[in-house]
């Protein structure tokens, strides 16, 4: 059994290190140590059984205020940060992992003045997403799209510029206007088993 290393401080608390023998929802029991202990406002490691705390206790009160050793280094570490969250940084705010970054929430909403993303590789699965803004640019080398269906609305002008554009219709291809002009500086040509104008 590991000893518990305890000191006093002048105003009668004690503090030590301890072994985690069990825990009980948000309280947990210290090797040696009578009565629950709860987790200070800035332990925010999820202690698990076995792992070497540094504890401060006062009266009835007793606080784990650092994880020293875990009993399992490889196992996931948690982080415990409460209800309500916020992270500020006066100047970069960096965020980096060396496998992989999982982000998980109900419901989520950025504000961002300027944004640049750069990916290798990028797959999305979204049931709805909805896009609102004054400019939106694509630069990219090739674009890709596959949908059941495909709908678009465009108040102003819809121009499309292109070296060669092909487009294919297994079924119908309809184009409307109140005024329609093809224009071919070379070459017109129409091929069908009917054709009809007007």
Same mark, same amino acid.
């Given at each position: 059994?590991?000893p518990?290393l305890e000191?006093?401080?002048r105003?009668h608390?004690?503090?030590g290190?301890?072994?985690?023998t069990?825990?009980i929802?948000?309280t947990w029991?210290?090797?040696?140590?009578?009565?629950?202990a709860?987790?200070?406002?800035?332990?925010?490691?999820?202690p698990e059984?076995?792992?070497?705390?540094?504890?401060?206790?006062?009266?009835d009160?007793?606080?784990?205020t650092?994880v020293?050793?875990r009993?399992?280094?490889?196992?996931?570490r =948690?982080?415990e940060?409460?209800?309500?969250?916020?992270?500020?940084?006066?100047?970069? %705010?960096?965020?980096?992992?060396g496998d992989? %970054?999982?982000v998980r929430?109900s419901?989520?909403?950025?504000a961002i003045?300027? =944004?640049?993303w750069?990916a290798?590789?990028? =797959?999305s699965?979204v049931?709805?997403?909805?896009?609102?803004?004054?400019?939106l640019?694509?630069?990219?080398?090739?674009?890709t799209s596959?949908?059941k269906?495909?709908q678009?609305t465009?108040e102003g002008?819809?121009?499309?510029?292109a070296?060669?554009?092909d487009?294919?219709?297994?079924s119908?291809?309809?184009?409307g206007g109140e005024?329609?002009m093809l224009?071919?500086?070379?070459?017109?040509?129409?091929?069908?088993d009917?054709?009809?104008?007007g």
């Amino acid at each position: 059994m590991q000893p518990t290393l305890e000191t006093t401080t002048r105003t009668h608390a004690r503090q030590g290190m301890a072994r985690i023998t069990g825990n009980i929802g948000d309280t947990w029991l210290l090797d040696g140590i009578d009565g629950p202990a709860r987790r200070a406002a800035s332990c925010h490691l999820r202690p698990e059984q076995g792992d070497r705390v540094w504890f401060v206790r006062e009266g009835d009160a007793c606080f784990i205020t650092a994880v020293l050793e875990r009993v399992r280094p490889q196992a996931p570490r =948690v982080l415990e940060l409460g209800e309500n969250v916020s992270l500020r940084a006066s100047g970069t %705010l960096d965020v980096e992992a060396g496998d992989q %970054l999982r982000v998980r929430a109900s419901r989520a909403t950025a504000a961002i003045e300027k =944004v640049s993303w750069f990916a290798k590789s990028a =797959v999305s699965h979204v049931a709805k997403r909805t896009m609102v803004g004054s400019v939106l640019e694509h630069v990219v080398d090739r674009f890709t799209s596959h949908t059941k269906s495909s709908q678009r609305t465009v108040e102003g002008l819809d121009q499309l510029q292109a070296n060669d554009v092909d487009h294919h219709a297994k079924s119908t291809l309809s184009l409307g206007g109140e005024h329609t002009m093809l224009k071919g500086r070379a070459l017109i040509k129409a091929d069908g088993d009917q054709i009809h104008i007007g």
